[in-house]
């Protein structure tokens, strides 16, 4: 506990924003003064709801279309009915699958969880691709064992 709040204060003095590192522990681990991480990081909420917004969305456009080529006897539909359906999609689409999301550990802590539920801590900051070497010379100064992994190709 007491090297994650060292990395955490060199971190800090480093120039990572305190809401760009999440912590992640057994429950019912004490985590003192450590940020905890939150909703976002330990669920797939995030990648939940963004493939459903797009599945729905997709799924809606279809629906509007279908719509508009073969409309009920006697009414007459417009591009409006496409646009409105795919954002009614994408709007019950994200919020159905935010929801499974929510329930479930986020995939990319899944291959730490025996190491978590044994005691140690992940640790996970969020930095632009040109600080991560820094900021694993950083951590391995303390843990020359760390493992950094998990770069994300839409995060900036």
């Not at 939940?48 to 799924?59: D, K």
């Not at 969880?113 to 044994?118: F, L, Q, R, V």
Request: net charge negative; aromatic share 4%; no cysteine.
């Amino acid at each position: 506990m007491k090297s994650a709040e060292e990395i955490v204060k060199e971190l800090l003095l480093a120039r990572v924003e305190a809401r760009h590192i999440y912590i992640v522990a057994k429950e019912g681990t004490p985590m003192g003064d450590l940020p905890e991480a939150g909703l976002a990081q330990r669920s797939d909420f995030i990648p939940s709801l963004e493939r459903g917004v797009a599945v729905g969305g997709a799924t809606g456009a279809l629906a509007g279309i279908a719509a508009v080529t073969f409309p009920p006897a006697g009414v007459v539909l417009g591009g409006g009915a496409i646009l409105a359906t795919a954002l009614a999609g994408a709007g019950i689409g994200g919020w159905a699958s935010s929801m499974i999301g929510v329930g479930g550990t986020n995939s990319q802590i899944e291959q730490f969880e025996e190491a978590i539920k044994g005691g140690e801590l992940l640790m996970m900051v969020d930095v632009p691709k040109d600080r991560v070497d820094e900021i694993d010379e950083l951590v391995k100064k303390h843990h020359p064992e760390a493992e950094i992994s998990g770069t994300e190709p839409t995060i900036p």
